[in-house]
RNA sequence: GGGCGCAUAGCUCAGCGGUAGAGCGCUUCCCUUACAAGGAAGAUGUCACUGGUUCGAUCCCAGUUGUGCCCACCA
């Protein structure tokens, strides 16, 4: 086919975006050209006839990866730019979420890399400890295996084969949702590399101070059978039963009141407030404490709120964080009475219950004792539970390793407060403040066996013999490494040096570290930010990022949500096979108000689609048209007034779309350019331009530089967010190898308000007459003879423009009734000769007028107003003075049109 | 008990001291040769309530109600 024939032969293009999987595929032509820059031809023929995103996305996909586009180069002098993904956990598959996260990401890397920056997006798992032993474990239950029955080596080797097949499913979603990660980076938390970060980070933690090992009340779940730290505590509202016990004998009786009467049998104490004179003669005495042989002193505690209950507190510093504090104050036994199980270990008649069966039989012992005095339930109350399996939380002493967080968290707060890491939006900084300034101290070990192995060796007497990844530990009787791992925090704490080869100073870490955004979820900024601000600036001596952009949670339609008990999860795979990757991500981006919550529902994702679609062929009708990107741009003196306004328009949308790509405003981004791209190209230029075309010439010719221009840029404004469709049509309108390694578009600062004005002009008495004609019921079937006048030198220019989007008989014809329309700047005379409903018309003039001197009046009266022209801005002044010649030119004009009007 | 946020069209949400916006949905018309996953024209809101500041408040301030989230060792 002849180069920019105006007139093609055949549809190049399927006629319809198509992302159904069943299409046929379609043969590959590009592949088949040896030479990707090849001689540029800008013609259909480059384009498949059919197009279907989900065959196509995986190719593209897999060719930019073949060809090394997304492999950062150490080397390179160009600027770096990184983001290191949130590793997501591998027990699972990838969720809305990380689509909505690995959008933006993937945006803004993509983005980076166009404007010449070297630009890393670091790909990698986390082995997400508890959560994944759990899952193996959920996995060999229903084998009727436990694992103790493997034993440890097998399990982890089991856990190892769990990370290999769900590990691999996620990176399958990645290269499906279009993620550009340089996979010759790829990490996972528990390799090598990463295992001998943790280790040294352990040993100079230890060596430092910061790590040390403590006996304490920790947060035990007794299913998962291991301590978990606070912030992995879900504290939810559950009915309980409090009940008023009565201790001691005799006129030495004190009544305390509990939710969990089975942890009496560990009391060893009861406290009042000392300044509590109903308790005063006790204090200090000691009581019988019921169902044991046992007496326990009532010992006087600030502590205590004299105005809650009875103001005196049972005391079980065993199995209470607060009663251990007391139990610390006073010197009080420890007295364990569960076990690891929550099963009650305390010698006597409830031993061997559990925890929940022992705290109704010990009621029931009492009251038949007649020590229950009151009972009210059910009772609300906060319940802590086990975030990972929902188990109700077991406090519990035992011994620990931890962090000692304070300093550190001092350095992380740092960072922020003095600006070296900004935290986007900004008023998500308060909750990351409230936490790293009133932070506790972490427990970090885990009595599991999936996760990396505590770095500590104890000798024969328990003591710890030595630590770290250097050293190697005696051999002989009795010598052993402590059989914990680490919380799967500490290893994902270190992911931003980790990943780049930390603690070898790699030429990664020189060139990628800091990083410069983060992009993650408001909902683990406890877990995970907080925790690699602290492990970054402490360890580099610098914090991790730039810039923390956090994001919303995806919900549902309705805002609710999602989660499998509603029902409403979706499978982002699912959408991509029915709409393509980009509807979804475009979707995604278009639901990005930063730090704001993403409602999503499957319409939205349609509609994304059919913008896509939209773009497909409007691109399709371009080239159909000979549309180019060949030569340089025309002049403006050979430009028409249409071309200079898109191209005008066309500047302005990009400095808009970097405005909002540097602030993370991806909703508005999309948004922006979906409007410039459907309603000013799709809609307008290329009507306006269709004109043109038919006539040929020089005229069209520019038309065809400008609107390839045009598409151009646009398309690659969009690829960061839409990559797959924009690769395509790209490809084909420029001939260029790939839009992912062309340059990002700049804004030529060529603007052009004249133009822009008149376009506007042309534009409204366009709409004014298709108003009027559907007011009247005009009919295009009626075949409705027009005579056109226009008024204003402007217009006139562009009268063939209008006949052809107003779809008017050529002039000449005979007419006779009249309307005239109001124009800014002109007026559109119309003549029909079609019937007119008369009092359709005296109807809607009749309400014009009304509003006409509406606003008449109030204009009026403002500009009479001394106070408001005192203080208003000149501007509005000006703006209100406009609106009221508007209005009285109105005025007249509708006054005279319904004059005209023949009698009803 | 503290802290933060939100209340705008049927739904989901932008906006913002100076005549109320988008997408989807809805109504009417049109299969105009790029696209019916399209085109054209429309309807719809006491901008939660009550006060205050201002020439002017959906926007700023105070309070009320409703609602969501986070934190917290309420026995």
């Known amino acids: 086919m002849a180069q920019g024939s105006a007139a093609p032969v055949h549809k190049p293009i399927r006629d319809r975006y198509i992302p159904a999987r069943t299409l046929a595929v379609v043969t590959d032509n590009s592949q088949q050209s040896p030479e990707p820059n090849g001689p540029h031809t800008a013609s259909p023929a480059n384009l498949p006839t059919q197009y279907a995103p989900a065959e196509v996305e995986e190719t593209l996909y897999e060719r930019w990866v073949e060809r090394g586009y997304f492999a950062a180069d150490t080397k390179s002098d160009r600027t770096p730019y990184t983001i290191v993904i949130p590793p997501p956990n591998v027990t699972g598959s990838l969720h809305l979420g990380h689509a909505f996260q690995h959008t933006m990401m993937d945006a803004l890397t993509r983005r980076k890399r166009m404007q010449g920056y070297e630009a890393l997006w670091l790909p990698g798992m986390d082995h997400a400890g508890i959560a994944t032993q759990n899952k193996v474990e959920q996995q060999l239950a229903e084998e009727g295996k436990s694992r103790q029955d493997l034993g440890r080596e097998a399990f982890v080797e089991r856990v190892w084969q769990w990370k290999e097949e769900y590990g691999g499913k996620i990176l399958g979603q990645m290269r499906r949702l279009g993620d550009g990660v340089d996979w010759s980076r790829e990490r996972f938390t528990m390799d090598a590399g990463l295992s001998r970060a943790v280790q040294t980070v352990f040993k100079k933690m230890y060596e430092d101070g910061l790590i040390y090992r403590a006996e304490r009340i920790i947060n035990w779940c007794p299913r998962c059978l291991t301590a978990i730290s606070d912030i992995e505590v879900e504290y939810q509202e559950d009915d309980g039963e409090l009940v008023s016990l009565k201790y001691g004998e005799g006129d030495q009786t004190v009544v305390v009141a509990t939710t969990r009467a089975e942890t009496m049998l560990g009391d060893t104490a009861v406290a009042v407030h000392p300044d509590d004179e109903r308790y005063a003669h006790l204090i200090g005495k000691r009581i019988k404490l019921p169902l044991t042989d046992r007496t326990i002193p009532v010992v006087a505690d600030a502590h205590v709120d004299p ?500 779809r008017l008989q050529p002039a000449g014809e005979d007419f006779h009734a009249t309307a005239s329309l109001p124009v800014a700047g002109a007026t559109v005379a119309l003549d029909l000769s079609g019937a007119i409903d008369v009092e359709a018309e005296r109807k809607r003039l009749s309400k014009d007028l009304a509003a006409a001197e509406k606003e008449l009046a109030q204009t009026t009266g403002k500009l009479g107003n001394e106070a408001f022209l005192a203080k208003a801005p000149d501007h509005v002044v000006e703006k209100i003075r406009g609106r009221r010649g508007v209005a009285e030119v109105d005025i007249a004009r509708i006054r005279a049109q319904l004059a005209a009007l023949p009698p009803g």
């Not at 009663?323 to 569960?338: T, W």
């Open 307 to 806: 105005e809650f209950g009875t103001g005196a507190v049972k005391v079980t510093p065993a199995h209470d964080p607060n009663d251990f504090e007391i139990g610390r104050r006073h010197d009080l036994p420890f007295l364990s009475v569960l076990d690891e199980r929550g099963v009650i270990t305390a010698h006597g008649p409830f031993e061997g219950l559990d925890r929940f069966e022992a705290r109704s039989a010990i009621v029931a012992a009492l009251r038949e004792q007649g020590r229950i005095v009151a009972e009210k339930r059910p009772y609300v109350h906060s319940v802590g539970h086990c975030s990972r399996c929902k188990t109700t939380i077991e406090p519990r002493l035992s011994m620990q390793w931890w962090v000692k967080v304070a300093p550190l968290a001092k350095k992380a707060g740092d960072a922020v407060r003095d600006g070296r890491t900004r935290i986007h939006p900004a008023d998500m900084s308060s909750r990351y403040f409230d936490w790293v300034d009133n932070m506790h101290d972490w427990t970090i070990s885990r009595q599991l066996w999936w996760g990396h192995r505590i770095p500590v060796w104890y000798g024969p007497e328990g003591e710890v013999v030595c630590v770290g990844p250097d050293e190697e530990p005696p051999g002989g009787e009795g010598w052993h490494q402590d059989p914990d791992v680490l919380d799967t925090w500490f290893s994902s704490g270190l992911w931003p040096f980790s990943t780049l080869g930390w603690p070898e100073r790699t030429p990664d870490l020189e060139k990628f570290y800091p990083t410069d955004v983060l992009v993650t979820g408001y909902d683990i900024i406890f877990f995970w930010v907080a925790r690699m601000m602290m492990f970054g600036t402490y360890v580099m001596d610098e914090p991790p990022f730039h810039t923390i952009q956090l994001t919303g949670l995806v919900r549902d339609e309705h805002g609710k949500k999602m989660s499998k008990s509603f029902g409403n999860v979706v499978d982002p795979l699912e959408w991509m096979e029915a709409y393509g990757s980009d509807a979804l991500r475009f979707t995604l981006a278009n639901g990005a108000n930063p730090g704001t919550d993403v409602p999503i529902g499957e319409d939205w994702v349609k509609a994304s689609r059919n913008f896509a679609n939209k773009i497909w062929n409007a691109t399709r009708f371009a080239l159909m048209n000979g549309a180019t990107v060949e030569g340089p741009l025309p002049g403006q003196d050979e430009m028409a007034a249409t071309d200079r306004w898109i191209l005008s328009r066309l500047n302005a949308v990009v400095a808009e779309a970097d405005g909002y790509y540097d602030d993370f405003q991806f909703a508005k981004l999309s948004d922006a350019l979906y409007h410039f791209a459907w309603d000013e190209v799709f809609d307008w230029y290329v009507e306006l331009a269709k004109t043109t075309f038919g006539k040929g010439g020089r005229p069209a010719e520019v038309s065809r530089r400008v609107l390839g221009e045009v598409l151009d840029v646009v398309l690659r404004l969009l690829h960061p967010v839409i990559p797959f469709v924009t690769e395509t049509l790209w490809t084909a309108l420029t001939g260029g190898e790939s839009v992912v390694i062309a340059d990002w578009p700049k804004d030529s600062g060529f603007r052009d308000e004249a133009a822009e004005q008149e376009i506007a002009t042309v534009q409204r008495a366009v709409t004014e007459v298709r108003r009027f004609r559907a007011d009247q019921g005009l009919q295009p079937g009626q075949k409705v003879r027009a005579e056109l006048t226009l008024d204003g030198t402007s217009l006139v220019a562009h009268e063939d423009a209008i006949r052809q989007l107003l």
